[in-house]
């Protein structure tokens, strides 16, 4: 799909929630616009494998409306619960046998690694796509990839934003948090001088460590072009490492070893006052037992990345998708399913009870009382509105999620920024490294 | 009975029989079970590895026989070669270092000591816990702002800051092949006492009456008749330590900057979460090589003395 039909899409869909969101109540005046139904085939039942949650919220609003949807269908749904690591082999191992799960709710672009293989659900994500204001582009870019058919219903996606300390951050010198890249810096080194340094994953950490695609793409790098070119040997991913070399300066040290749990624990230990993370961080200072750990969730807000030379919002989170593949018996009770699930009543629920972890796919949402209950989950809301896909600019396949499980990026910028080779050598090495995944 | 039955039955009889008084097809017949074990279990799925390291297979999706291509891209591949580097070096340094204090222990453990039982059971407790639960055990320890060794070492007033044990590259690897050793000595230690214990005592006793110095006993007695179990246990040690996997995982995935991925790890990263089965499946047949090397180097360079056949030194 091109920018220029994204932009487009982009525009029209902020019209049509604009006009919509001006009326009484944004979801009764869509929903009489639309109505679609699907007849589940007799004596359907389906099997779902969908990745653990990451907080118990999830599970429970998730499981609470699976049970609405047997009550009122009469339809079996078991299921399956593996770690989100490891639902992708599975994934693709059910694909290519064509036996297991009726539906995958799995993560990134795996529906781009086995197209042929999903059942097309165009006419659910139009409909969906209507009645709830509209996909955000990187829903589109991940499971529309001809820009004509859905590979799948996007489910939303895991946002990491920056967690921070209100006290440490105004002690620092900032009264709002710095919304561009240089006021950034400004506040990392001023942090550092007050002794609250801030970190941020720099070890293999296949979560934490995305926040290195928002460090190359804010300053207009990327990994490869529209064309799947290798270009990351660029003038402005140099600007980018150099910008992250110091960052890393101004880290607290050792987050070349840090894993995706390290930032927690520091940050929930009042080692660090700043780091990019899921809500989780937040989540867990709310409702720990600990009085202490319990007083921090007060000090505790989020912000978005800041933005780059780009001008606009460069960031990376983890997305989730839901696929039906061709070989399951039941079509029909699958795509009911995804419909019921995604409906107001119980995907409003689910948003909910995941407390702000899961930010929505569909602009409609954006009006979900999950953002505004509590201010501090407000900047989650806007993950996937303010994504890119794994792989921009390029397209997506085996390509990309290989080169993002081989920590291409993620390494070449800790590479840099820890010194070890300087930017211009980290960089030619990440090109011959992804060049070797685009060249397929 | 035989006239009863008929010619037929009695002929089969008489092939039964032969059956069972043959030695040859009873050996074959009780073979086969373990046969079709070790083929189903170990040689096909060996097999199926080695082959598809010439493929290009995804994760779930057959390959095609592209011969040498994976490996002509390995090896220069930068990771690789770092990871290859690594492997080795994690190998010898842990393998000598378990050997040299593994070595130590049974020695100390074949000594008549004081609730003898006790200590022996107490040495096998790191081979038991489960590598995972140890691993991540050794996380916290060495972990950048909560380790209790920089804890330590700052309130002594040692150091000013606290050591960044997986954050450096050397220190990482020095990191990860301590928590090795920790784990691999006790399976070298009682494995050498057993082959301790094997040595009869009147070799020592005649060795002291003519006079032998402590260091004597042991290089001229004990170093000796401990050879084909030093190389049977080093043989197994190396391999362990070779495709280790569970620790690196657990403590940096690899990281910082790949210092201390192995060839397993690597492996796997390719392989399942980067879904290049294939490119995966020739990073692990690369590590064949080296372990025939380090199996044949044990088997004739310290397996096969020639006391051992009988003959003179």
């Known amino acids: 799909m091109s920018d220029l039909n994204r932009r487009k899409f982009l525009e029209g869909s902020a019209g049509v929630a604009a006009a919509v969101g001006a009326g009484s109540t944004l979801f009764a005046t869509s929903a009489q616009a639309q109505s679609i139904t699907f007849k589940p085939e007799k004596g359907a039942k389906l099997r779902v494998l969908r990745w653990s949650r990451f907080v118990q919220g999830d599970i429970d609003a998730y499981m609470a409306n699976v049970k609405k949807f047997t009550d009122a269908t009469g339809i079996e749904v078991r299921i399956d619960n593996e770690g989100w690591e490891d639902v992708r082999p599975k994934a693709a191992v059910a694909a290519n046998t064509g036996a297991g799960p009726d539906i995958i709710l799995s993560t990134n672009d795996d529906a781009n690694l086995y197209p042929e293989k999903l059942l097309d659900v165009t006419d659910l994500a139009d409909y969906l796509g209507k009645k709830y204001g509209g996909w955000y582009p990187a829903c589109e870019a991940y499971l529309r990839p001809d820009g004509k058919k859905w590979l799948g219903i996007a489910l939303g996606s895991a946002g990491a934003m920056l967690v921070y300390r209100q006290s440490h951050v105004k002690a620092a010198g900032f009264d709002t948090f710095p919304k561009d890249t240089a006021g950034f810096l400004a506040l990392l080194k001023g942090l550092k001088e007050k002794g609250t340094p801030a970190g941020m994953a720099l070890g293999n950490a296949t979560g934490d460590s995305l926040w290195t695609n928002w460090l190359i793409w804010s300053h207009g790098g990327k990994l490869v072009d529209k064309d799947n070119k290798v270009v990351i040997d660029s003038p402005e991913t140099m600007k980018a490492l150099e910008y992250g070399k110091e960052m890393y300066a101004n880290f607290i040290p050792g987050t070349l070893s840090w894993l995706d749990p390290n930032n927690n624990k520091a940050f929930l230990d009042s080692q660090i006052s700043l780091t990019n993370n899921g809500i989780s961080i937040y989540y867990a200072a709310k409702n720990s037992k600990d009085d202490k750990v319990k007083e921090m969730a007060a000090d505790i807000n989020h912000a978005p990345y800041p933005i780059g030379p780009v001008g606009e919002p460069t960031e990376s989170h983890l997305f989730f998708n839901q696929m039906i593949f061709k070989y399951t018996k039941y079509p029909q009770a699958a795509k009911e399913f995804l419909r019921f699930m995604m409906e107001r009543e119980q995907f409003d629920a689910w948003l909910i009870g995941a407390g702000g972890y899961i930010a929505h796919p569909l602009r409609a949402y954006e009006k979900s009382a999950v953002w505004s209950v509590d201010p501090k989950n407000t900047p989650y809301g806007n993950a996937v509105k303010n994504m890119r896909p794994t792989g921009y600019a390029g397209k997506l396949g085996y390509a990309s999620a290989g080169a993002g499980a081989d920590f291409i990026v993620a390494n070449m910028v800790a590479e840099a920024a820890s010194g070890s080779k300087t930017p211009k050598e980290a960089m030619e090495r990440a090109q011959k490294r992804a060049e070797r995944y685009y060249k397929v | ?313």
């Open chain 2, 1 to 313: 009975m035989a006239a009863v039955l008929g010619p037929t039955v009695q002929r089969k009889r008489s092939i039964l029989e032969r059956f069972q008084n043959s030695p040859n097809a009873l050996g074959w017949a009780f073979m086969l079970p373990a046969t079709v074990l070790l083929l189903l279990f170990l040689t096909y799925p060996l097999g199926l590895g080695t082959w598809l390291g010439f493929t290009d297979a995804k994760i779930g999706r057959s390959g095609e026989w592209i011969g040498l291509e994976n490996f002509s891209f390995l090896v220069t591949d930068s990771v690789t070669q770092l990871a290859l580097f690594n492997t080795i070096f994690y190998t010898v340094v842990a393998s000598i270092v378990k050997f040299g204090l593994g070595l130590w222990l049974a020695l100390l453990l074949n000594k008549n000591l004081p609730f003898q039982s006790f200590f022996r059971a107490v040495v096998l407790l790191p081979w038991i816990v489960p590598t995972a639960l140890s691993a991540i055990a050794f996380w916290w320890i060495f972990d950048a702002q909560f380790s209790i060794i920089s804890w330590v070492l700052l309130k002594l007033g040692l150091i000013d800051r606290y050591i960044d044990f997986l954050g450096d590259p050397w220190n990482a690897r020095v990191s990860t092949i301590i928590a090795n050793v920790w784990r691999g000595i006790p399976f070298v230690a009682i494995s050498l006492l057993a082959g301790l214990q094997t040595i009869s005592p009147s070799y020592y006793e005649a060795s002291a009456i003519d006079g032998a110095t402590p260091w004597q006993q042991f290089r001229h007695i004990t170093l000796p008749l401990l050879t084909p179990i030093i190389a049977v246990v080093m043989t197994f040690s190396v391999l362990f330590t070779f495709t280790d996997f569970q620790l690196i995982y657990v403590l940096t995935r690899g990281g910082p900057l790949n210092a201390t991925h192995l060839m397993a790890t690597l492996a796997f990263q390719r392989a399942i979460s980067g879904g290049a089965l294939a490119e995966g499946a020739a990073i692990a047949t690369l590590m064949v090589p080296f372990l025939l090397a380090a199996i044949m180097f044990s088997y004739f360079g310290l397996q096969r003395r020639a006391w051992q056949q009988g003959g003179d030194k």
